[in-house]
């Protein structure tokens, strides 16, 4: 009979490799603590972090947790993974943004089979470097080594954020009436949703790992003027700037992060009862890879609404007089926008036009 191999008898032997993830965390740890203002207390290196919150006079916590999905899919085919860090600060700003409130500080999870150091190196790179472009302080984290959970190869990343506003300046929803328009602010593309549909469109069969994987992201498609990986890893672009900056001259009554569900799955969640959003697709110019995806599937106008944000990364509900100058002051800051749609009495829902 053959011997039975031995069992493991360290950690390492099990599949997890304590030195390496040291190793890697110590060479960006210097650069995570280059996040940190004021408000941190401490040197990062207890069992949680402290942020030291004042200036507020009644202040209001909005947190927010997310990932970036099946990104990692592509950023990993073609090894470019500062691109999904950064996504996932972008990610969790927005959503906190959408209560009106400023991000404070956040806290990452990355995790896989195996830990790669330049695939983590990479995320926890994008991370900070997002963190530190949107004055957000990364406050913790976890880098998690898993054998037996995760796939081969693959990196799950999440991140949570907590950001501030005063009680008094929470944005619900409540205030949207009829006669309000509806703004919306540009994408760059998929952000970070849709990208189990879009792979599984836009990829050949066989062409779904390794080197086959990589050929096709490598090619430009007809429709599109990039490679295909360039447009799928269009970063998620961050709001919290320049609509905070908006909202000290004009009233904001609503705000929505177009994610998974897309454009009629987000926007109805900030609708109160009477009130029916009616969106316009003929007043925004959407991204050509959103053409493409749907012509390659064939899929149909509904389905492509309630998946992909279809060119708004973010819909503002304003008064009717405030939209045109809402628009002027967004582009302004370097964004792209356009009034889409209005809100109208009727059962609430979301009304996309043909």
């Known amino acids: 009979m053959p011997g039975r191999s031995a069992p493991p008898s360290t950690y390492r032997e099990a599949g997890v490799d304590p030195d390496s993830k040291e190793a890697i965390l110590a ?12 408000p941190v207390l401490g040197s990062g290196d207890g069992f949680a972090g402290l942020f030291r919150l004042a200036g ?43 209560c009106g409130a400023a991000p404070l500080f956040m806290l990452d999870y990355v995790a896989s089979r195996v830990l790669d150091a330049e695939a983590i190196t990479g995320v926890l790179g994008g991370i900070v470097e997002a963190c530190r472009d ?34 008094d300046r929470v944005i619900t929803g409540e205030a949207i009436r009829p006669g309000d328009v509806i703004v919306g602010i540009a994408s760059d593309g998929l952000h970070t949703n849709g990208y189990s549909l879009a792979r599984a469109v836009l990829l050949p069969d066989g062409a779904h790992q390794g080197a086959a994987l990589r050929r096709a992201l490598e090619k430009v498609p007809r429709g599109l003027s990039e490679p295909l990986g360039d ?19 004009v009233e904001i009554c609503g705000i929505a992060h177009v994610t998974g569900g897309g454009i009629p799955g987000n926007l109805v969640r900030i609708l109160p009862q009477g009130c029916r959003a009616r969106i316009d697709p003929g007043r925004w110019p959407a991204p050509p890879l959103f053409a493409v995806i749907q012509k390659r599937g064939r899929i149909a106008d509904g389905e492509m609404f309630r998946t992909f944000n279809m060119g708004l990364g973010l819909l503002l509900a304003v008064r009717e007089g405030e939209g045109a100058p809402a628009v002027s002051h967004l582009e302004a800051s370097g964004e792209r926008a356009w009034i889409v749609g209005r809100i109208a009495a009727g059962p609430r829902g979301v009304e996309i036009s043909a």
């Not at 060479?27 to 203002?37: D, E, L, Q, W």
């Not at 970036?68 to 085919?77: D, F, L, Q, S």
């Not at 998620?236 to 001259?249: C, G, S």
């Open 27 to 38: 060479g960006v740890r210097t650069r995570i603590r280059s996040t940190y203002r004021d």
């Open 56 to 98: 507020y006079r009644d202040p209001v916590l909005v947190s927010s947790i997310d990932g970036v999905g099946t990104k990692t899919r592509i950023a990993a085919a073609l090894g470019r993974w500062q691109v999904v860090g950064a996504d996932v600060v972008s990610h969790g700003a927005n959503d906190v943004l959408c």
């Open 134 to 167: 949107q004055g957000i302080v990364l406050l913790g984290g976890e880098t998690a080594e898993m054998p037996g959970v995760y796939v081969k190869s693959e990196v799950d990343i999440v991140g949570a954020t907590v950001g501030v506003v005063e009680r």
């Open 231 to 249: 447009a799928l890893l269009a970063p998620h672009r961050p709001y919290a700037r320049p609509v905070l900056a908006l909202r000290q001259r």
